[in-house]
């Protein structure tokens, strides 16, 4: 979700006001970025208040467990960012918040739940595209056929993605769980866009490698090449697809189960419905595809592109969080504002993982209409 669609236009205006007529633009800046904030998740605060008052009176509190370092970890949130910083830096976020953060992103984004996570705090993880044959024979056989893999490290360290959170006085009065139950909230709203943009378009010079990029080639800038987009696919048909297919195939090497498209949602309304959907002879709507495809609508992709994959075959990673104070917030009295600086890194197991086509070539699905005479 961004957050900028969740501000109210009278509220913008009035902020850019604020900072262009204020002669200390830094302390201008820091109040209008709490303003923001609070704006922008004032749901989930107002959420957890209710869940804490409620709570208190059912004396049943639903806090996942935590574990020691996350216990430290929050106890030193709640005294506030100034308090708790030492050398610019309250700490890093516990391993076992990241992973459980991701795990929540991945249940609320249908894009992200085809990623492999890797664990958090794994600097380099493999990522392998299986190919190879197994071969029977007697025990006394020699070798007659090898199981290879193409086995690449990523490491997962490399770039920096970065969310601001906002930490209220009226959470961090509560109890530690419901000061998790915010924290992580707010940590997977302000990633999840990020890593979504990553997994897609990436360009691997400052960002993990996209689906729309090429693994082993880049430009003179340092950034991943573009992918071909292929411009012959019109339809979903078993034509159409059969190059696609072949292709997330990786050469035969792999089945193809379920096929994802990835689009624009106004791509989606204008282009994929009318192609992928007809009028009946008898009746209501029937589906060209002749194969299992879930379609998976996200503003992250491109207008007029579309992007055929498959779950499984892109592997992201996080090699830690790093949390600091916002140097601007000495005027904050309600709130604290801190930075996340999130390390890490993405790839496909290979370039047949994607295959992205100009989705406007698609032609609406006519249905074929036989006459027959009697003599």
């Known amino acids: 979700m961004r957050i900028d669609n969740k501000i109210p236009k009278e509220l913008q205006e009035s902020i850019v006001a604020s900072i262009n007529e204020a002669e200390d633009k830094g302390l201008a800046i820091a109040e ?4 923001i904030a609070m704006a922008a998740h004032a749901d989930i605060v107002d959420r957890i208040l209710k869940d804490a008052e409620a709570e208190k009176v059912n004396a049943k509190k639903n806090f996942r467990p935590l574990s020691a370092n996350e216990k430290k970890f929050y106890t030193g949130l709640k005294a506030g960012a100034k308090q708790a910083v030492t050398a610019d830096q309250i700490d ?5 918040t990241i992973d459980y953060t991701l795990n929540e992103v991945k249940k609320a984004s249908n894009i992200l739940s085809l990623i492999n996570f890797a664990p958090a705090g794994v600097k380099k993880w493999l990522v392998a595209s299986k190919t190879g044959a197994a071969v029977w024979g007697n025990l006394t056989d020699s070798l007659t056929a090898e199981l290879t893999a193409t086995i690449t490290a990523t490491n997962m360290d490399v770039f920096k993605l970065h969310a601001f ?3 209220p006085k009226a959470i961090r009065d509560l109890e530690i769980g419901y000061v998790d139950r915010y924290f992580t909230a707010i940590l997977a709203e302000a990633m999840q866009d990020g890593i979504v943009q990553g997994y897609i378009d990436g360009d691997g010079k400052v960002a993990p490698i996209g689906l729309t990029k090429k693994i082993g080639q880049t430009n003179q800038d340092g950034t991943h090449t573009a992918k071909t987009t292929v411009s012959t696919i ?3 048909s078993p034509e159409q697809m059969g190059p696609v297919l072949a292709t997330l195939s990786h050469g035969g090497l792999r089945p193809v189960d379920k ?3 990835l689009c624009n949602p106004l791509d989606r309304y204008q282009y994929v419905n009318p192609a992928l959907y007809g009028d009946s002879i008898s009746g209501g709507y029937v589906s060209k595809a002749f194969l299992n ?3 998976i609508e996200d503003a992250n992709v491109t207008r007029g592109k579309g992007i055929f994959t498959m779950s499984g075959l892109y592997t992201m990673g996080f090699q830690g969080v790093m949390v600091d104070e916002y140097k601007e917030t000495k005027a904050i009295d309600d709130a ?9 890194n993405g790839r496909a197991v290979d370039d047949d993982a994607a295959v992205v086509f100009n989705i406007t070539n698609l032609i609406p699905y006519i249905p074929t209409v036989e006459t027959v005479t009697n003599p």
């Not at 890093?92 to 076992?96: L, S």
């Not at 604290?336 to 890490?344: E, H, Q, R, S």
């Open 165 to 167: 959170c906002i930490i």
């Open 32 to 35: 209008g970025m709490e303003k």
């Open 92 to 96: 890093i976020i516990p391993v076992e």
């Open 234 to 236: 019109t339809g979903f």
């Open 259 to 261: 096929v994802y498209l």
């Open 336 to 344: 604290d504002l801190i930075v996340a600086k999130v390390y890490g």
């Open 293 to 295: 495809m879930e379609i």
